[in-house]
């Protein structure tokens, strides 16, 4: 049985925090010179309205929650906020497209970072800033962020945390989940406001600082300038980036016993951790060199752009300082590989995470030790412990599913008019929430010329992938709606 009630009621309540979110920003437009009032304005009513009508219907609920509701309350979740989060753009006039601000709202929320916006600096601050928190948001998850006001709800607030959360598994900074949230959104916290400090002084004002503080430490890419970091044209703001970028790929949980507990050595200790680190040593290395090869650039120069790029890709951040499709066509393949590595679960990033990454490794690995030694039990193991049979089993269905989506992606765009290589990297950028693909949308275009068709299957894989596959596609299953 589902139960409606307590679903229109946790989705009411949502929305009119949202609306309450909107009725500031449209405070605070005259103040940031903007011409967006009326649109936050007429935002705020009709999202508090709708979440109005949510709480009356779910009124009387009992509290009664199940797993299955926890899987329809993130979906409809966060397609709601990408819907009514897409009406400042579309209802100011500043994107007038329909089909274009609920992508640029999708790509916002699900932190993917491609954008159909052609001339950035020229649209209100307001609407900038709304755009990034959007980001800032959809890092830690929508539903996240409300955890701690979750029992005015009563209901298991376990079951919906674990259903948005990334990763294959999660450690507990403590063993009640509000607390432990409040926790990790303090470090969410301290990295956007260490960000934005640091940005402010390697000469951004504060209105860029704060913008890509909240985009940095969400992983995320949406900039002020449409050619994004590289517009500064600054080493410093490019190091400070990529440290930041590099610190939110790691799992937060992680962060927080190294910043509070002084844990250094669980952090080194971590095989998901040291796989991020090691294959974003090696992939740089290798960029660079390539770089330094082609006699263009200072081997200084070449280290500091390939750091950037690698570090921004695997992350699945998507800023960028230089055209890398100006780049020789072998290093287009190498960063294509490094989209699907992303960084560390329970961090803000997409694409398959490298514990999965670490896990698929160990097993081949192990596969082919037994099949010489038939008879030897030889477990998979990761931190020192060993990985069941089942976690094992689910990575490994997580990981078809992730490419079949991908090539899913690749041949319904092929379709729709787009060629081989656009196709792919819009595909895996999509599922992966990266933003850059390669070809026309690449680091240097927006993609506003894409088909209408084409955008709305982005936004989906979009979705599909920010909530890890298995929580959209279980909806589209006969089982799941099945009467129990």
């Excluded at 926890?70 to 819907?83: H, R």
């Excluded at 209100?124 to 996240?144: D, E, K």
Aim: hydrophobic share 50%; glycine share 10%.
């Amino acid at each position: 049985m589902i139960h409606l009630k307590t679903i229109f009621r946790i989705i009411g309540s949502l929305l009119l925090l949202l609306s309450g979110i909107f009725f500031l920003f449209s405070i605070a437009s005259p103040f940031l010179a903007g011409n967006d009032l009326f649109g936050f304005l007429v935002s705020a009513l009709t999202t508090m309205l709708v979440g109005l009508w949510c709480c009356v219907i779910g009124k009387g609920s009992n509290g009664e929650f199940s797993r299955r509701d926890s899987y329809i309350t993130i979906t409809v979740c966060w397609i709601a906020f990408a819907l009514f989060g897409s009406l400042p753009y579309w209802l100011g006039g500043h994107i007038p497209d329909f089909t274009d601000a609920f992508f640029e709202s999708m790509s916002g929320f699900t932190t993917t970072g491609a954008s159909i916006l052609d001339n950035i600096e020229s649209q209100p601050h307001a609407l900038l800033l709304w755009r990034s928190l959007t980001q800032w948001l959809g890092g830690l998850g929508i539903v996240f962020f409300t955890v701690a006001i979750l029992p005015m709800f009563g209901i298991d607030k376990v079951q919906l945390f674990a259903t948005e959360s990334t990763g294959v598994n999660q450690r507990k900074v403590h063993s009640r989940i509000s607390v432990g949230s409040r926790w990790i959104f303090s470090i969410y916290m301290l990295l956007t406001a260490a960000c934005a400090v640091s940005l402010k002084v390697c000469g951004m004002d504060w209105f860029d600082a704060v913008n890509h503080a909240l985009t940095t430490i969400a992983t995320s890419g949406f900039s002020t300038k449409q050619a994004s970091i590289g517009a500064f044209d600054s080493a410093q703001i490019e190091y400070v980036v990529t440290l930041f970028m590099f610190l939110s790929g790691i799992n937060f949980t992680l962060l927080y016993l190294l910043l509070f507990k002084g844990k250094l050595r669980e952090l080194y200790r971590n095989t998901e951790f040291r796989v991020y680190l090691f294959t974003v040593l090696g992939f740089t290395l290798f960029i660079t060199l390539g770089l330094w090869r082609q006699g263009d650039l200072g081997i200084d120069k070449a280290f500091r752009v390939s750091l950037f790029q690698v570090v921004s890709l695997q992350t699945t951040t998507g800023f960028a300082t230089a055209d890398y499709m100006q780049w020789p066509p072998y290093l287009w393949m190498f960063l294509s590989f490094i989209m699907f590595f992303g960084a560390c679960g329970g961090s803000s990033t997409g694409a398959m995470k490298c514990g999965r990454v670490a896990i698929l490794a160990k097993s081949i690995r192990g596969e082919f030790r037994r099949i010489l030694h038939p008879n030897a039990v030889i477990p998979v193991r990761m931190d020192g412990n060993p990985i069941s049979q089942d976690t094992r089993a689910t990575v490994l269905t997580f990981t078809c599913l992730y490419f079949l989506l991908i090539f899913f992606g690749w041949f319904v765009f092929m379709f729709m008019g787009l060629d081989f290589v656009e196709g792919y990297s819009i595909s895996v950028s999509c599922v992966g929430n990266i933003g850059p693909a390669l070809g026309t949308l690449g680091p240097a275009y927006s993609w506003s010329a894409l088909p209408a068709s084409a955008k709305w299957l982005s936004t989906l894989l979009m979705l599909i992938g920010r909530l890890e596959l298995f929580t959209i596609l279980l909806m589209f299953t006969a089982s799941f709606w099945k009467k129990r």
